[in-house]
């Protein structure tokens, strides 16, 4: 594509405080982490960017002993170290603060700065010394509360300032931080980033790992990219413009859309009524408010990179997840979903994003893994019998071409595709109105990724409502009839017609 590396004199005549040299690293076949070199400097926010697979977070569990390096090397200003555990880690001066705060919410404030290193007397916790010493510490980060109190009493954004804080005092040379505002406001945000600047004028160097690109500009001085478990390039955050940056992460080159023009000849779809809609729906620090619809036999695209919001989207609407505010129609209907029960029983199915943790069932047979969702909506008090599930299951297994020797295969020895179909067949089986599918191509292979395309377009044309997440954007663009595009949790636009393209979405993505 061209981009050239931007790097200032500066940076190359000094030694970084943290630095990987073709560090790489294979989960059996599959190379997680290849030949990445990675430069960290005194005094400066370094943003690792990349999408889901990128190596981000193989990347950091390399450097703080949570994996073994296959090769490379990691030093630590010049000298080589080789941790092999988060505890060695910090031992040398590498501190990790996790998306999931790791503390200790039982605890008082006080006892999880000093976790581990409180000072005793005769065996006991010199309680007032670690009160006292915890106050002076937080006040370094403006924070004045009560560090006798149990971490849990305070919000997120104030534990997450304690476990910096407490990273900073075992251990001042590097920081990293992993999705540090995902489940933070605006004011929040902007009070953790006050502390990241007092930090680095301190001298502390940080490894930011975040999805929110304005966030991005806003607090790094360079930014580098992986992709597919490589390094794309490393640039000065202020050189990179926004649409370069979002190149650089899909791996496809942003053209004017002007030069491209509309390739799509997909009419919008006409609907006079929506069998779904919401209006504002949001929840603090995980969506801002957000309006869409879905009409019967209409596909409507969620697009967006990595942490958007789309599968916060889905799972505010499915009752995963609460809503702070907003509205929920159904049919026309207001409706209240509290729970995914209750969005079963409005006619919604959902098939999650990772369906090893949050779809299939593996020790169970294929069979009881697709009647589970009709059981739960009819109730557990109105069994299906065995030879009614066993019909079901031979009608889906056929309907759906699940490749499995019988209904009685445990689910997980079959493959990712067929997995896929499983879970789809699921829901398919409770004879939903609206169908939820969150990235339901990934990980499966080319064969079974067709034919899951064909049979979204199949249940389209049979009437259902599809609301669909996927990060390949020529899979939305093919089956799509209006995409809703989403960038740092809120919606950014709706497209329709002619105007459904990549270099559409990825525009939008870039620009707004």
Not at 129 to 139: F, W
Request: aromatic share 4%.
């Amino acid at each position: 594509m061209g981009f050239r590396e931007l790097m200032s004199d500066a940076a190359e005549k000094q030694t970084p405080v943290l630095q990987t040299s073709k560090l790489t690293k294979w989960f059996g076949p599959v190379r997680a982490l290849y030949d990445v070199d990675f430069n960290l400097y005194a005094g400066e926010v370094h943003a690792v960017l990349g999408e889901n697979g990128a190596g981000k977070s193989t990347l950091v569990k390399l450097i703080t002993g949570v994996y073994r390096k296959d090769s490379g090397a990691i030093l630590l200003e010049g000298q080589a170290i080789e941790p092999h555990s988060p505890h060695e880690a910090q031992a040398y001066g590498i501190s990790t603060v996790y998306q999931e705060i790791n503390l200790i919410p039982t605890l008082s404030v006080a006892e999880n700065l000093f976790l581990g290193r409180q000072p005793m007397r005769m065996g006991f916790i010199k309680t007032g010394e670690i009160n006292s010493r915890a106050k002076a510490l937080l006040k370094t980060y403006n924070l004045d509360i009560d560090a006798s109190h149990t971490l849990s009493a305070f919000s997120v954004a104030v534990q997450q300032i304690v476990a910096i804080a407490r990273g900073v005092d075992m251990s001042a040379k590097v920081l990293i931080l992993d999705e540090p505002t995902s489940s933070l406001d605006a004011h929040e945000v902007q009070l953790l980033f006050e502390i990241m600047r007092s930090l680095k004028a301190r001298g502390i160097s940080i490894l930011l790992i975040t999805h929110f690109l304005n966030q991005v500009y806003e607090i790094s001085d360079r930014i580098t990219v992986l992709r597919n478990g490589e390094k794309i390039g490393e640039y000065l955050a202020a050189s990179l413009p926004k649409r370069e940056l979002v190149s650089l992460m899909l791996g496809r080159e942003l053209v004017s859309v002007t030069d491209e023009g509309n390739t799509n000849g997909k009419a919008a779809h006409q609907n006079e009524r929506s069998f779904l809609q919401v209006e504002g729906i949001a929840r603090r620090g995980m969506l801002e408010p957000l309006d869409l619809s879905v009409a019967k036999g209409e596909i409507v695209g969620l697009a967006g990179l990595l942490g958007s919001g789309r599968t916060e989207t889905a799972k505010l609407i499915f009752g995963v997840e609460q809503k702070d505010i907003g509205t929920i129609y159904v049919k026309g209907q207001k409706t209240t979903i509290r729970s995914p029960r209750q969005a079963i029983g409005q006619g919604f199915g959902m098939c999650p994003e990772d369906r090893k943790i949050d779809g299939i069932i593996p020790e169970l047979s294929v069979r009881e893994n697709i009647i589970l969702a009709l059981q739960a909506k009819r109730g557990w008090f109105k069994t299906l019998s065995r030879k009614r599930q066993e019909e079901i299951a031979v009608e889906m297994i056929e309907a759906m071409r699940i490749v499995t020797p019988d209904s009685t295969k445990p689910v997980g020895q079959l493959s990712g595709g067929n997995q896929q179909k499983v879970i789809l067949a699921r829901w398919l089986a409770s004879q939903p109105e609206l169908l939820i599918l969150d990235e339901p191509t990934r990980g499966i292979d080319v064969g079974a990724h067709a034919e899951i395309i064909q049979l979204i377009k199949r249940l389209c044309a049979d009437g259902l409502a599809l609301l669909v997440i996927s990060s390949e954007l020529a899979e939305i663009v093919e089956y799509s009839h209006r995409v809703v595009v989403l960038r740092d949790r809120k919606k950014l636009t709706e497209l329709t017609g002619d105007d459904i393209s990549e270099q559409m979405i990825m525009h939008t993505i870039a620009e707004s």
